[in-house]
């Protein structure tokens, strides 16, 4: 069975790079694994934000004859549950994506958490059984490549089996 892991990192140009290797996963009858690293740095608590409810005539009666009255609500969210809600948005993009563009293909959706992308990739290609990673690079070089470093150029140097790359070039069928 091939298995193709395919990590995105949610813009356009992976979508295309999805959607170019769609027709080749239908072809070899390959399983895809989809997945996304997000760092934890992307989460946060948030500040408590209160609701604010104009009082209805009945209500102000109630406080007027000194009853119990419903307190504005405080919406926060701590860390926990900010890394939970980011993980299940993007799991819920990811499938999405495989709607779309992997009809007809079996796939399993991952959104993993790490500080370091490339190594997450290649962590992911061991642990998934991965026959082959196909990827999105942005083509930068020289450069560009140098003070931005590439995602794609590490996962191809430390990748236990063959990546493809795919450019911005490419045009899905």
């Known amino acids: ?20 290797m769609g027709p080749w996963t239908r072809q ?24 604010r409810r104009v009082p209805d005539s009945e209500t102000r009666q109630q406080a007027m004859r000194g009853l119990p009255v419903e307190p504005a609500r405080a919406l926060a969210e701590d860390r926990g549950q900010a890394l939970e809600r980011i993980r299940t948005e993007i ?11 992997l009809v007809g293909v079996s796939t399993q959706i991952h959104a993993i958490w790490s500080d370091n992308v490339a190594d997450a990739i290649v962590a992911a290609a061991n642990d998934f059984g991965a026959s082959f990673i196909a990827m999105a690079s ?36």
């Open 91 to 101: 799991e819920d993009s990811l499938r999405e994506l495989a709607r779309t563009h």
């Open 28 to 51: 070899w009858g390959a399983e895809v694994v989809l997945m996304r690293v997000i760092s934890p740095g992307e989460a946060r608590d948030t500040v408590a934000e209160y609701t």
């Open 1 to 20: 069975m091939v298995r193709l892991l395919i990590p995105t990192d949610g813009s356009g140009l992976a979508e295309r790079a999805m959607a170019a």
């Open 138 to 173: 942005h083509g930068r070089s020289g450069l560009g490549q140098a003070i931005l470093g590439s995602v794609a150029s590490e996962v191809v140097r430390h990748s236990p089996v063959p990546v493809i790359v795919i450019n911005e070039h490419v045009v899905a069928s």
